[in-house]
């Protein structure tokens, strides 16, 4: 199966996705991880892409398109993949089915993460209200500051009407709320994928 996980900071894309994973024994593919361990380790990749993840900001679309495109032409996806973190921008989502068409392959289904903003700041700023007050909850990546996480959420909802136009005309869209237990998520996630 070949799915792809939409969704803004915080929607729990990483969570489902590595649950789906495991399910569907597909490989995990996750442009946010591949980004921050490329900047992390000061790769080409990484020293184009750091001033863009930096600033919250999209990393071009060209050098997104072609990492991905090497990274799906790898022996090891043959049995399908769970995309988290791609596509973000109409334009990388029909540059994956040109490639796709190209591999004689086909994407089963988009899913969407749905949650309102102020859960997704509150799950992306790390830190929760509890009887106690406010406990953290994860450490924060420099990228989960509050200004830049505004930017991040504001580039994702610039974005995402259209991704969700494209895939909804496709009919490849499933739309699942994102604001309940990670638990509850993937069930609804199995329940619509029929499993
Ligand atoms: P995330 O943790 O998924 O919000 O991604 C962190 C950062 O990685 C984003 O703010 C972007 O700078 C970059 N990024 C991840 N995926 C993409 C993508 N598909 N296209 C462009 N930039 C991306």
């Known amino acids: 199966m070949r799915l792809v996980i939409l969704g803004g900071p915080g929607a729990g894309k ?4 590595r649950q789906l994973c495991r399910q569907l024994n597909v490989v995990g593919i996750s442009t946010s991880d591949m980004l921050r361990q490329a900047i992390a380790s000061q790769t080409e990749l990484g020293l184009e892409a750091q001033p863009y993840v930096e600033k919250g900001e999209l990393v071009p679309d060209e050098i ?3 990492f991905m495109r090497q990274r799906l032409l790898q022996p090891d996806v043959g049995n ?17 089915d040109f490639l796709l068409e190209e591999l004689e392959q086909r994407l089963d289904w988009a899913i969407y993460l749905e949650v309102l903003e102020a859960v997704m700041v509150s799950r992306s ?12 909850t994860r450490d924060l990546r420099p990228d989960d500051q509050p200004e830049i996480l505004q930017r991040r959420i504001g580039v994702f909802s610039d974005r995402i009407p259209t991704l969700l136009e494209y895939y909804g005309y496709c009919q490849r869209l499933l739309t699942i709320n994102g ?16 499993i």
């Open 125 to 136: 700023s790390g830190r929760a209200y509890t009887p106690e007050g406010m406990v953290p």
């Open 14 to 17: 990483g969570t489902q996705a």
């Open 64 to 66: 997104l398109i072609e």
């Open 80 to 96: 399908g993949w769970v995309l988290e973190g791609y596509p973000r921008t109409a334009f990388q989502a029909e540059e994956l």
């Open 179 to 194: 604001d309940q237990s990670p638990e509850q998520v993937q069930q609804h996630i199995l329940q619509k994928l029929g």
